[in-house]
């Protein structure tokens, strides 16, 4: 099987072509920005053509939710023209598509963890501009995997690893939003399940229970053996930046259901990760 992925030059991309790059009998392609331009319509569509992949990963994307917020225009370049020019292609092969969604299409306003089926209302540009790229694979493609997830953890430089570097300066963190932490090798072996699966649809993916920003910090620094306090603010006491779904929870009995894979608890692998970091220090 050969594999394109987009993104090469972002930390996850990196990751996860490193986890496949020697699994027997997968072949991986992949192209930094650079390389391919996927707001331009024709060198995209000859780029993954001339590749003619098995499935393509689509993991470039603009994902800074402050930066989409403060640009709208780029972002519905990247995030929405780009998956619509990324997913043609696939259509006209007639592979599969995995598209790298995100939790934020759901507005947050629910009191439970959101389901696949519930409807999406996203409060920010970077959720909108997804959600726009969501609609146009599920109306291009026969075949796509749209992964709606957050808070990935586990990749390079990720939000953990930053919190660590920076444990001796104030840190302020919201006190309201909930999510689920993702850990970038779970993420993998779901998306190893969809390999070999013709099961299309939308997933929620991520790992239980759901946790709010501020406890998942506290975790950060209680796992690395940290004594620190954080100041805790709410939501509409933080400036200049992008709204935020309050709840932006996942139920994930679809992927246990679908692919037999039961994630383990998002403390467990804060735990492991975090462990392995020091060892390797």
């Known amino acids: 099987m050969k594999i394109l992925i987009t993104g090469a030059e972002n930390s996850l991309a990196k990751y996860i072509k490193n986890r496949f790059k020697n699994t027997k009998d997968i072949e991986i392609d992949s192209f930094n920005r650079d390389e391919l331009d996927i707001s331009d319509k024709n ?23 402050d930066i989409c917020e403060g640009d709208e225009s780029l972002a519905y370049t990247i995030n929405t023209i780009g998956t619509l020019n990324a997913a043609y292609p696939c259509s006209i092969l007639n592979i599969p598509i995995i598209y790298l969604s995100t939790s934020y299409v759901y ?17 920010n540009i970077y959720g909108k501009t997804k959600l726009a790229g969501e609609k146009l694979i599920r109306t291009l493609c026969k075949k796509y995997f749209i992964i709606r997830t957050g808070w990935i953890f586990g990749e390079e430089n990720c939000f953990v690893q930053k919190v660590l570097n920076n444990s001796n300066v104030s840190m302020f963190v919201c006190s309201t939003e909930m999510g689920n932490p993702t850990y970038v090798e779970d993420l993998c072996r779901v998306i190893e399940k969809m390999l070999h699966s013709d099961l299309y649809g939308i997933y929620n993916c991520g790992n239980p229970l759901s946790t709010t920003k501020s406890a998942w910090v506290k975790k950060i620094f209680n796992y690395a ?33 679908c692919f037999d894979l039961e994630l383990p608890s998002w403390e467990n692998r804060l735990s492991e990760y975090i462990e392995n970091k020091l060892k390797s220090q």
């Open 43 to 65: 060198s995209t569509y000859k780029k993954i053509t001339d590749s003619n992949p098995d499935l393509l990963i689509h993991l470039d994307s603009m994902n800074n939710i």
């Open 107 to 123: 507005d947050g306003d629910k009191d439970s963890p959101y389901f696949e089926t519930d409807k999406c209302h996203p409060v």
């Open 225 to 257: 053996g940290i004594e620190r306090s954080i100041l805790e603010i709410p939501e509409n006491f933080l400036r200049n930046t992008a709204t935020r779904p309050k709840n932006s929870s996942l139920n994930i009995s679809l992927i246990k259901n």
